[in-house]
T-cell receptor, first 113, second 115 residues
Framework: GQQVMQIPQYQHVQEGEDFTTYCNSS?????IQWYKQRPGGHPVFLIQ?????EVKKQKRLTFQFGEAKKNSSLHITATQTTDVGTYFC?????????????FGKGTKLSVKP | DSGVTQTPKHLITATGQRVTLRCSPR?????VYWYQQSLDQGLQFLIQ???????AKGNILERFSAQQFPDLHSELNLSSLELGDSALYFC??????????????FGPGTRLTVT
């Protein structure tokens, strides 16, 4: 079935360093969403990308959707301890067999102060 | 606070038993989704209901079933429990029926431990 792969699984950075997580789909996606889950918390919606090649920014976070709509990335500039958590991408496959979001396994970010 | 509530917060039960997890969506949301989160499998979509009707099905075992009631709250029933069913179960809600296209609001989750 359709899969969304996310790498790396873990990332440890020093505060102030940059961080990037990558998401790849086996099939073309209709859209992609990104969620953040703090330790002990629940996933919280960050953003949705819909258009091919789309780039969106939220303060220090930059989200990209690939031209072929099969991959996406989240880049955090100058990480802070508040960025700690697991970042999930979730691909939309409208019309697919599941008809719903397919989550990657997430990238767990730890930030050393 | 997402506005989605889930009860109970924690549940400990034995193998072979049956449990019911409950979810109340955000006010006005018609779609409810259930997810299972385990350490090695990430977030697995189980099932979606929209306004009382099943809308989409994911990797839900036959031992699991769900329903959405007229007041829009939902219940996930897990039966013949196995050790491998131990996980965090999240409920999420959204306003519309397209589960892939609208922001989903997650509840705090129910941690199920099967011993």
């Amino acid at each position: 079935g359709q899969q969304v792969m996310q790498i790396p699984q873990y990332q440890h950075v020093q505060e102030g360093e940059d961080f990037t997580t990558y998401c790849n789909s086996s099939t073309t996606l209709s859209n992609i969403q990104w969620y953040k889950q703090r330790p002990g918390g629940h996933p919280v919606f960050l953003i949705q990308l819909v258009k091919s090649g789309e780039v969106k920014k939220q303060k220090r976070l930059t989200f990209q959707f690939g031209e072929a709509k099969k991959n996406s990335s989240l880049h955090i500039t100058a990480t802070q301890t508040t960025d700690v958590g697991t970042y999930f991408c979730a691909g939309g496959n409208y019309g697919g067999s599941q008809g719903n979001l397919i989550f990657g396994k997430g990238t767990k970010l730890s930030v050393k102060p | 606070d997402s506005g989605v509530t889930q009860t109970p917060k924690h549940l400990i039960t034995a193998t072979g038993q049956r449990v019911t997890l409950r979810c109340s969506p955000r006010s006005g949301d018609l779609s409810v989704y259930w997810y299972q989160q385990s350490l090695d499998q990430g977030l697995q979509f189980l099932i979606q209901y929209y306004n009382g009707e099943e809308r989409a099905k994911g990797n839900i075992l036959e031992r699991f079933s769900a329903q959405q009631f007229p007041d829009l709250h939902s219940e996930l029933n897990l039966s013949s429990l196995e050790l491998g069913d131990s996980a965090l179960y999240f409920c999420a809600s959204s306003a519309r029926d397209r589960g892939d296209f609208y922001e989903q609001y997650f509840g705090p989750g129910t941690r199920l431990t099967v011993t």
